[in-house]
């Protein structure tokens, strides 16, 4: 069983960045693909970014592509999301996942752990 907190939310102004951070236990984390997702209120969960185990392949939202960069370290059990040139739209609450796999995937279904959210604002 793995669990996945995430931090590093917060407020900020249109056209700032932020870093989340999502931390795991009780797991290989290298055995895990990682991704990201966000939720706006009354709207659906959305993919944002997902990278492999190794960290060699990534793969982005169309909406976030040239601004969001995620990495990961192996050796911190973490993941990370950069996020640059934030939009008001982009206010949601953001999720780390972890999918039993060695590549990762945009759909929610295809993970099976996930923290608990971190909330991010953007305002305008």
């Known amino acids: 069983q793995v669990q996945l907190v995430e931090s590093g939310g917060g407020l900020v102004q249109a056209g700032g960045s932020l870093r989340l951070s999502c931390t795991a236990s009780?797991?290989?984390?290298?055995?895990?693909?990682m991704g990201w997702f966000r939720q706006a209120p009354g709207k659906e969960r959305e993919f944002v970014a997902t990278?492999?185990?190794?960290?060699?392949?990534?793969n982005y939202a169309d909406s976030v592509k040239g601004r969001f960069t995620i990495s990961r370290d192996n050796t911190k059990n973490a993941v990370y999301l950069k996020m640059n040139s934030l939009k008001p739209e982009e206010t949601a609450d953001y999720f780390c996942?972890?999918?039993?796999?060695?590549?990762?995937?945009?759909?929610?279904?295809?993970?099976?752990?996930w923290g608990q959210g971190t909330q991010v604002t953007v305002s305008s």
């Open positions: 996942a972890a999918r039993d796999a060695p590549w990762g995937a945009s759909r929610p279904r295809e993970y099976e752990y």
């Open positions: 990278i492999s185990w190794s960290g060699r392949s990534t």
């Open positions: 009780g797991g290989t984390f290298d055995n895990y693909a």
